[in-house]
């Protein structure tokens, strides 16, 4: 089993930066596929970038490529996402996922290859 809790969301102007952090209980967490997905209202919830078990492979929506950065510390159980130059479509609950594989390629941007969630963190973009 693990659990999933996220922090760092907030509210932050366009343009600005914000790192979310997501720490995991459970003694396999450092074998697990990580993910960061988004839900906007009145919208699916969608894939924002996903990393290995080692952190060596990662993956990201074309939206965030390039502005958002994700990254994990086994050592402490946690993944965490830096988002720079923050956009006003960047406004979501921001959900961290595991996935019960080292590295899912491709398939990580699938909601249903993850088994675990986390209860989201709100990310507000303003003007």
């Known amino acids: 089993q693990v659990q999933l809790v996220e922090s760092g969301g907030g509210l932050v102007q366009a343009g600005g930066s914000l790192r979310l952090s997501c720490t995991a209980s459970?003694?396999?967490?450092?074998?697990?596929?990580l993910g960061w997905f988004r839900q906007a209202p009145g919208k699916e919830r969608e894939f924002v970038a996903a990393?290995?078990?080692?952190?060596?492979?990662?993956y990201y929506a074309d939206s965030v490529k390039g502005r958002f950065t994700i990254s994990r510390d086994n050592a402490k159980n946690t993944v965490y996402l830096q988002m720079n130059s923050l956009k006003l479509e960047d406004t979501a609950v921001y959900y961290c996922?595991?996935?019960?594989?080292?590295?899912?390629?491709?398939?990580?941007?699938?909601?249903?290859?993850?088994?675990?969630w986390g209860q989201g963190t709100q990310v507000t973009v303003s003007s």
């Open positions: 996922a595991a996935a019960g594989s080292r590295w899912l390629g491709p398939k990580a941007a699938t909601t249903s290859e993850y088994g675990y």
């Open positions: 459970g003694r396999t967490f450092s074998t697990y596929t």
């Open positions: 990393i290995s078990w080692t952190g060596y492979n990662t």
